[in-house]
């Protein structure tokens, strides 16, 4: 891992972020480098892919999640009965979804306006690697093995820059969706490493006790419920401008979001250090509220820089990171960036209460992006409005997640 070889003498945690932050600066050379080479309107297909690899990559977190968290809790025989049935269940969904998507290709062509069909085959066939790769992966979260857990996602961050680049400079005759998605369901398979295979078994013998799987049954909904308000957040802007839009529109929006989003992804190093940490504070029965307000002021600091930088300097940002073809973007710039600020502070909120198994802030979560849908739906006469209906869902979440926090701080010290 890169970060270990360079500098050793830092701890497994800082060496696991500063691994982040060269994940995040790997993802976001090969949207970039996607977004120069191809241009707006083929980049419009590219940036679906993406966005349909973002939505996989929520969906698996709930597996990620829970591995994490009974990763903490459990332990011996019971440990592994539960590694096992998450493995096996996991490989299911991957299976279905992935099945779903094979079948239904077309139709999501149609959906989307999009130059192929066979894009969304070969993405459905790498989705169960997907789904085993993740619960591989909130072991070595849970565990605090935070070094090998950098190492899976500088796997699959590299491989699939470098094997897309490869593809999309030799194969010039060949669809550009067809280059990406394959080279996006390779990366797959190197984010399988390195891969604890003494968890993996196809017997599966369940000692769980009936307390145990309910407690379990009760985090995947909640967790996987959450996952979907994220999906939502996250992803129905770019899906509903796809729809709604013309191809170079949706380019040109594609762009405005994969940069002003630099503030989500960057600030998602501290959800995945908060989870463990919470849940062993409550395990020990110590006070796990000075851990969220460390980890908000983090995320506050960055996401301020971040949307100060694109206030400041949009038309620079945009040159250099996409080109003169996407500077039309400039002035909505700072606005997205302040929307997806709003939304990472929250989400520290959110996935805090989730480690607390507290239900309120989830479903607050699931109303807020479903009212996003629908203020797009309804409002999106252009990319501008598009963006600020999205500053006030985003806004209106944050309120609540903070007056819930204040409520249940104020009732605990009481």
Request: proline share 2%; hydrophobic share 55%; aromatic share 16%.
């Amino acid at each position: 891992m890169i970060t270990s070889t360079f500098i050793p003498k830092l701890t497994s945690e800082q060496k696991f972020m500063l691994s982040v932050i060269v994940v995040n600066a790997g993802n976001y050379l090969y949207n970039l480098l996607l977004g120069r080479i191809l241009g707006p309107e083929m980049f419009a297909d590219a940036a679906l892919l993406i966005t349909f690899l973002l939505v996989l990559s929520f969906v698996a977190m709930t597996f990620q999640l829970a591995t994490a968290k009974f990763s903490v809790l459990f332990e011996n025989t019971t440990f592994k009965s539960f590694i096992s049935l998450v493995y096996k269940y996991a490989g299911i969904t991957g299976i279905i979804i992935g099945a779903v998507m094979i079948v239904f290709a077309k139709q999501l062509q149609e959906l989307f306006n999009t130059n192929s069909s066979l894009m969304f085959t070969l993405f459905g066939l790498g989705v169960p690697i997907y789904f085993i790769m993740s619960v591989n992966r909130g072991f070595f979260q849970g565990t605090k093995r935070f070094e090998k857990l950098a190492w899976t996602y500088q796997g699959e961050m590299f491989s699939r820059l470098i094997i897309t680049l490869l593809l999309i400079f030799t194969i010039s005759q060949v669809n550009s969706s067809i280059l990406v998605v394959t080279g996006i369901v390779i990366s797959f398979f190197f984010g399988l490493l390195p891969f604890k295979k003494e968890n993996f078994s196809l017997r599966v013998t369940n000692v769980l006790s009936k307390e145990q799987t309910s407690q379990i049954s009760k985090f995947f909904v909640l967790t996987a419920f959450y996952e979907l308000t994220q999906i939502i957040i996250n992803n129905s802007d770019i899906l509903l401008v796809k729809h709604y839009f013309a191809e170079y529109d949706a380019g040109l929006y594609a762009s405005l979001a994969l940069i002003g989003r630099v503030v989500y992804f960057v600030t998602w190093m501290f959800v995945m250090l908060l989870l463990p940490a919470v849940i062993e504070k409550k395990k020990l029965g110590e006070a796990t509220a000075p851990i969220l307000v460390k980890y908000v002021g983090y995320v506050v600091g960055l996401a301020s820089v971040v949307v100060l930088g694109c206030y400041l300097f949009p038309e620079f940002a945009i040159h250099v990171l996409f080109g003169d073809a996407y500077l039309s973007m400039a002035p909505l710039l700072w606005k997205y960036a302040i929307a997806t600020a709003l939304f990472a502070v929250s989400n520290i909120f959110a996935y805090y209460f989730l480690s607390l198994d507290q239900y309120i802030p989830v479903v607050v979560s699931g109303l807020l992006g479903i009212s996003q849908i629908l203020l797009i739906i309804f409002f999106h006469s252009s990319l501008l409005e598009v963006v600020l209906v999205q500053i006030i869902a985003m806004a209106v979440l944050l309120v609540v997640q903070l007056a819930y926090f204040f409520y249940k701080y104020g009732e605990n010290s009481n």
